[in-house]
């Protein structure tokens, strides 16, 4: 099981921000969902050893997130919400410049595991150029890059497709899925259940800190329904309404 947890507890005085959730991920796309506050960018700190929990225990890949946190941390990558490209240097420079920080000393190694990075982010043609010229849809799959040039077992990504556009966004999965198809396990943080649904394996329901609920994303559509109050200011009955709407 490359993640497992139990009781995993994060308070922040007295308000508490992730409570006591259970989770088993391997070789999969797991999706966990919720809005924004719900505990999700919390859960993936504590789990990639940015985070101390304060109660509860994880292990990825086999090592403990409390007491083995450089072994965590060389068998997985984690791409956070925020962007961090440097757009004063090219694409292959940003990939190297990670590859470093991940100890790849031998430079012929190094160049090798650059190279594939690029390629499988089908980015090699633009490696040269400065990334202050790659679009935010670019600048995501050089960040993918950068995270896969030490060949992870997990990767980690809080709000990947955040700030894309459409295309943008159906693009960002498409490589995210192949990942997956290439033996790395995918945990991915979201609030757009249309891409949870279309692309996880399995989907985890973050609410306020509790993991509600757990599944294929189709079983877990079908359990909900959508209510919609509308108020008005105006006493005088609607003689009209949308499509779609009924009292």
């Known amino acids: 099981m490359k993640i497992l947890a139990h009781g995993l507890t994060k308070d922040y005085g007295n308000n508490r921000a992730v409570n006591g959730i259970d989770l088993s991920v391997d070789n999969e796309v797991y999706g966990l969902l919720g809005p924004n506050g719900s505990g999700k960018t919390t859960t993936v700190s504590m789990l990639t050893t940015l985070m101390r929990p304060t109660a509860g225990s994880a292990v990825i890949c086999g090592h403990d997130i409390a007491t083995e946190q450089s072994a965590v941390r060389e068998c997985m990558s984690y791409v956070p919400q925020d962007m961090a490209v440097d757009i004063r240097m090219?694409?292959?420079?940003?990939?190297?410049?990670?590859?470093?920080?991940?100890g790849i000393r031998d430079r012929h190694e190094r160049r090798r595991r650059v190279e594939d990075a690029l390629e499988i982010m089908n980015l090699s043609d633009r490696a040269d150029d400065l990334t202050k010229g790659y679009s935010?849809?670019?600048?995501?799959?050089?960040e993918l890059a950068q995270a896969l040039v030490h060949q992870p077992e997990v990767l980690f990504l809080d709000e990947p497709t955040v700030g894309l556009d459409v295309a943008a966004r159906r693009s960002i999965w498409e490589y995210i899925v192949n990942l997956k198809n290439h033996g790395v396990t995918i945990f991915v943080t979201t609030h757009q259940m249309d891409e949870a649904e279309r692309y996880c394996?399995?989907?985890?329901?973050?609410?306020k800190g509790d993991l509600v609920n757990e599944g294929v994303p189709s079983d877990l559509t079908s359990q909900m329904k959508s209510v919609i109050t509308i108020r008005t200011d105006s006493h005088a009955?609607?003689?009209e309404l949308p499509e779609g709407v009924a009292l």
Not at 97 to 102: D, N, S
């Open 90 to 102: 090219t694409g292959r420079e940003n990939v190297d410049f990670f590859a470093r920080l991940y």
């Open 136 to 142: 935010g849809g670019m600048r995501r799959r050089l």
């Open 237 to 239: 009955p609607l003689k």
């Open 201 to 207: 394996d399995r989907v985890g329901i973050l609410k």
